[in-house]
């Protein structure tokens, strides 16, 4: 899966998302930033990324995906924390 296909998924069911992605082959980090994620705990903004991904986790072809997800907001604080 390319980080195209990548993006280009999240950004489906996401649109207002800021996405990076690093890693290569079947391990791949992501870090989404969305307000889409209000009101959400961890565990369920980890679900709904990795039922985008479901089929390839499944299958083997995505091995390993480690998930950052933040809103906005979360994002500028943890900006402002490393500065």
Same mark, same amino acid.
Request: proline share 1%.
């Given at each position: 899966?390319?980080?195209?296909?990548?993006?280009?998924?999240?950004?489906a069911?996401?649109?207002d998302?800021?996405?990076?992605?690093?890693?290569?082959?079947?391990?791949?980090? #992501?870090?989404?930033v969305?307000? +889409?994620?209000?009101?959400?705990?961890?565990?369920?903004? &980890?679900?709904?990324?990795q039922? #985008?991904?479901?089929?390839?986790?499944?299958?083997?072809? #995505? &091995?390993?995906?480690? #998930?950052?997800t933040?809103?906005?907001?979360? +994002?500028?604080?943890?900006?402002? +924390?490393t500065?």
């Amino acid at each position: 899966m390319t980080e195209n296909e990548v993006v280009m998924r999240i950004r489906a069911a996401l649109p207002d998302a800021q996405i990076s992605v690093s890693g290569e082959d079947c391990h791949l980090t #992501l870090t989404i930033v969305s307000d +889409a994620f209000l009101g959400k705990g961890l565990l369920m903004r &980890h679900r709904s990324i990795q039922g #985008l991904f479901k089929d390839e986790l499944e299958s083997g072809s #995505l &091995h390993a995906l480690s #998930l950052i997800t933040r809103t906005f907001e979360e +994002a500028e604080k943890a900006a402002g +924390a490393t500065n």
